[in-house]
Every structure is written in structure tokens, then in C-alpha cells.
């Protein structure tokens, strides 16, 4: 398969560098002793209530700076997941994030809009890809399930060839046997097939699914959901 500071003059320079874009969740990422730094831009295009953060372990977050607006913690500051909501953020906007221990990951960032996530989020491993990706499918299949069956189409056309591969070695169209569950099953179990499946691809890692053999550009909206 193919492998294909904390300082306000800082994060006013990333703002200012980043506003063009429009997506989701800009990430700066900054060593810093025995902490780490993030920076964080707003990129959705529109203004945000709220911001998700998950670790990879345990940290306490220790410093938190917002230019544009104010986003206050929802719970305690030390933990593997935190929520910072109740204010609002502009379009371009950003946050930064100071926490301990420093060699702790964030493995998922989204900007909320009254309490649901908006835009792309910033993720960095294949259970939350595939998370993601089952919550999203859920959402627009209850929202607007053609959108959906559109996304697939084009999803399958833009993997014909290596699909038809796959089809054969199973005995059975790939698609005719995927569409069923993503048109009934639960996000839970959406996840749990699509890492199923990605492992009989041979991905071991995100960089193996985002940049091998089979493009997900087209299901790329779901994420956002």
C-alpha cells in the first residue's frame, strides 16, 4: 500500500496567516519545556460557541488565551477530555492551549456551535477517523439521506478500479454489501465496520488510510457533521 509562544505577538501572526483558510480546526503546535503549546484558529468561516478538546492521556491544562472572544472551561482542567463553551469565538479567531505533561497528544479538536461540532475537526488516529465517520454518516443520513447516497457514489467511483479488486477477492460487490449498514446501522457499529475493513486493507495507521490506496476525499464532508 501506498505510503503516500506562547506569546500574544505569536498567536496574532498565526491568526493573521491563516484566516484565509476555511475548513475547520488550524492547528500550531509548540514545544516548550515541560509543557506544550497549541494554537488554534477558528477557520469554519463563521463564528463558533464552543471547543472540544481530547488527549491521548491524562493532562492538566495549565494556560488558555482566546483572541476574538472568550470560550470558559465547562468542567475541570485536568482530565483526558475537556469542553470550553458558554462564550463565542470570531471567524478567524484562536485559542491557545498550554498544558502538562508535554509528551500528551491531542487525538481530537473541534469547534462547536451550540454544543454540536462544526467544520472539519483536527484528529490524528483511525479510531476517531472511523468515530468521526460513523457519528457523520449517522447525522446526514437522519438529515438528508440522498446527500448521503451522493457522497457514496461518488466515493465508489472514485475507487472503481481498486474496489473491483477487492469486490473479487470477497466474492461479493463491496458496495452492495457496505450500503446496508451505513443506511441502518448505528454510529457504534459504522466505526467498528469501517475499521473492519481498513484492516483487511491493510492500514495500521491514519497516514496508511489518508494516503493509500483508497481515497476518502469524498467522504471527507462527513467529518464536519
Known amino acids: ?28 503546535f509548540y514545544p516548550a519545556g515541560d509543557y506544550s503549546i497549541v494554537i488554534l484558529t477558528n477557520t469554519v468561516g463563521t463564528a463558533v460557541t464552543g471547543l472540544h478538546v481530547e488527549f491521548d492521556k491524562e493532562v492538566t491544562i495549565t494556560n488558555k488565551i482566546e483572541i476574538g472572544g472568550y470560550l470558559p472551561a465547562t468542567g475541570k482542567l485536568t482530565g483526558t477530555a475537556f469542553d470550553f463553551a458558554g462564550g463565542s469565538l470570531v471567524a478567524a479567531g484562536g485559542v491557545e492551549l498550554d498544558w502538562q505533561p508535554a509528551d500528551a497528544k491531542p487525538v481530537l479538536i473541534s469547534w462547536l456551535s451550540n454544543g454540536k461540532p462544526v467544520g472539519a475537526p483536527y484528529f490524528t488516529s483511525l479510531d476517531v477517523f472511523g468515530m468521526l465517520l460513523g457519528k457523520g454518516i449517522v447525522a446526514m443520513r437522519e438529515a438528508n439521506p440522498q446527500q448521503l447516497q451522493a457522497l457514496f457514489t461518488k466515493f465508489f467511483a472514485d475507487n472503481k478500479d481498486y474496489f473491483d479488486q477487492v469486490s473479487q477477492s470477497l466474492g461479493m460487490p463491496l458496495q452492495q454489501s457496505l450500503m446496508p449498514i451505513i443506511m441502518a446501522a448505528p454510529a457504534e457499529g459504522i466505526a467498528n465496520f469501517f475499521n473492519t475493513l481498513v484492516g483487511m486493507l491493510g492500514a495500521k495507521s491514519l497516514d496508511d488510510v489518508l494516503h493509500g490506496d483508497v481515497d476518502f476525499s469524498a467522504l471527507m464532508p462527513l467529518l464536519g457533521q
Do not use: I, R
Request: a positive charge; glycine letters at 14%; zero cysteines.
Open 1 to 28: 500500500m501506498e505510503k503516500k509562544f506562547a506569546v500574544l505577538g505569536v498567536l496574532v501572526l498565526l491568526l493573521a496567516t491563516t484566516a484565509a483558510f476555511a475548513g475547520g480546526v488550524g492547528t500550531a
